[in-house]
């Protein structure tokens, strides 16, 4: 900004309120810039809803604690990458937070010699499963679908159970 108020030479015979308005030219030039070349960077798309789908996604936005767009965006690329979209981003980070608060004061137990260096190693190396699972789980949680195969492959009685059931149910 100052190379640009020096080039119009606003700084050495202009007044306060030149030079305000020298800044307000530059920082308009410059958000027109930076729009200019965003527009060139992306891909923009604009899509219409209904009022009943704007609700929809007002609401789900907000129990993602997200924006409507940020939520549309990340919903819809969850949905290609066949991801999970993780209702709450700030109890997400708490959650990875404590993972790594846990392994660290592992960490330090172990160097302190604290724990016997096989069972240290052994609740190590246990300790970066556990995160690795978790991991796993919260950002691609297994589809109901997965979880039931599962279920009936541990227990093929399950099976006619699930059928039986399924015949019930009135649509």
Known sequence: MYAYLDSTKVLETGTDDAI???KQAYWAAYKANWRKNHRKATIQFTIAFSEAEAIQISVSAKQHKRSRSRFIKESCMAY??????????????????????????????????VLP?????MVMLQMTELEQVLRQQL?????I???????????????EILIRLLKNIRV
Request: glycine share 4%; proline share 5%; hydrophobic share 40%.
């Open 117 to 121: 260096f096989q069972v240290g190693r």
């Open 80 to 113: 290609i990458n066949k991801s999970f979209l993780f209702p709450d981003q700030v109890a997400l980070g708490v959650i990875k937070q404590s993972m790594a608060l846990n392994y660290h004061a592992l960490q330090k137990l172990f160097d302190a010699n």
């Open 139 to 143: 950002h691609n949680p297994k589809t």
């Open 20 to 22: 305000a308005k020298a």
């Open 145 to 159: 679908e997965q979880m039931v195969e599962e279920a009936v492959k541990r227990n093929p009685e399950y099976k």
